[in-house]
């Protein structure tokens, strides 16, 4: 009888075994151990001669934005994590125009958009004109996530937020001084949406946007940062994209989207869709876009003078720029 027992805990052991064999070897193989995460923090016209510790403190921002998605990334995360949480980091950062830092409408306010999309599936969450949202980029997630919406505008996104549990402020958390003198002067040449694209090691691409949209603009005025397939798109079976520069004509050409359609249904590679995109329907002068395909290539193509961007891969590429 023992005898019987001590062989039925040993066969039983093997199981064991062999059933965490199995979930391992599954497991790795999910792993690719490949990854590309893409960033930005506007495009627009920003000096070459701006003052050094100014040009340093954007970098080293970017710098460690990208670190934050990187470290996901490497460690088998998920790239809708990596967006996101790249994008709050950003959204706290007051040097970018999203967040803390946002620029302020005609009548001296800030309202927010954000957006982010799930390639895996085409799932998409959206606020737009948040005011008490202090991470408009984690409520947009929640939209995505617990609700059968896409969309939430105004002061029912706020009001969602607060059901949900984003963290709440008072509008006066998102009024920084430059900003605001940016809003007198109406000095429209200093861009700082943000944004992030990834495809994790799982194959899967998530994209995400962020912005206080435009100085200076209507009350109520929604931009392509928060509009799906406008300001930001994400395809496990072709690309992910966010855009970054004047809102309206990237809304009127379906900007982020037919990167997507042009890889899809023309057969052309990340980088000729996104230049086509890019340099010949867009106009110069109107902003640019960060991208990666399904394949981890990466693509960062702008028609303004300057975009502070960034870009991190498995294969040892870390590298953040402003100028071409
Ligand atoms: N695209 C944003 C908007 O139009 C602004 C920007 O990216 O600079 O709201």
Redesign the pocket.
Known sequence: MKILTKSRSKIFLLLILLVLLLCQTTFSQQLNGKYTIVIHG???SMDPNMEESSKQAYLKSLTAALNIGKEILEKGGKSLDAVEQVVRFLEDDSLF?AGRGAVFTAEGKNEL?ASIMDGRDLSSGAVAGVTTIKNPISLARMVMEKTQHVLFAGIYADELGKSLGADIVDPSYFFVHDRFNELKRMTRNV???VGCVAIDQYGNIAAATS?G??TG?MPGRV???PLINA?TYANNKTCGIS??????L?IKNTAAYQVSALMEFKGLTLNQAADEVIHQILPKGS?GIIAVDKNYNFEFPFNTSSMMRGVATSDGVFEVKIWK
């Not at 855009?243 to 309206?248: L, R, S």
């Open positions: 506007g495009a627009g125009n958009d861009k700082g949406t912005t949209g435009r603009k931009g392509d940062s300001g855009a970054t520069g004047h809102g309206e990237f902003g």
